[in-house]
């Protein structure tokens, strides 16, 4: 029996996770089986147990993988933004990025509306990744609290409460373009309209 190179496992892996998107993706996180997988690309079930213990785990990786690519791209062409304008341009990149990659629309649908967070699905994820979902909020957050701080905007400025209705804004209109599939909305055009509104009226708010 031949063993199998670092790089065919590797490629079988990668294989499997696409398989379980798309079934995740058709089926739902729960109706799923690993039998489902395998048969997506035609192998046992137990050659995806081999490389996944459980649902879960292939979860986690889905997440890791996603999470990966989105940090190669931001170090790339997106830095920490530390102003007003670098905000408004990580959010301009953010949604143009998602209306060029169909894999992550389906990546964010899979996440928002077909995964079933039971507890332990929710600490499981929790445990391996830490609380991804404050990523946006903090981004947000910071750059605020650094524009405050160079004076573009005042000191009376509430900068969590702000930070939350930016980031409730971004959400909203990312689960609204991944579910709605409207053709005629724009989250790069809509979203950065209303932002764009928010940020006018902070930049007034420091003069």
Known sequence: ??????????????????????????????????????????????????????????????????LEIKSVNSKANNPSPAN???????????????????????????????????????NKVLSELGDIRKFHITTVHNALTSAQKRGEISASVDIKDTAQLIT?????????????RDSDYSIAKNFINGLDIILNWLKKEGK
């Not at 409730?168 to 709605?180: H, R």
Request: charged content about 30%.
């Open 1 to 66: 029996m031949v063993r199998k190179t670092k790089e065919e496992k590797e490629n079988t892996r990668q294989l499997i996770l696409q398989a379980a998107l798309d079934c995740f993706y058709e089926k739902g996180f729960s109706k799923t089986s690993f039998d489902d997988i395998a048969a997506k690309i035609g192998m046992t079930k137990g050659a995806v147990y081999w490389h996944f213990k459980d649902k879960s785990d292939l979860l986690v990786e889905l997440i890791k993988q996603r």
């Open 84 to 122: 007003l304008q670098e905000l408004r341009d990580f959010f301009v990149f953010e949604a143009n990025y998602l209306e060029t990659h169909p894999a992550l629309q389906k990546f964010i649908f899979f996440i928002m509306l077909q995964v079933e967070w039971s507890d332990a699905v929710f």
């Open 168 to 180: 409730n804004m971004w959400k909203g209109a990312i689960n609204f373009y991944v579910s709605e």
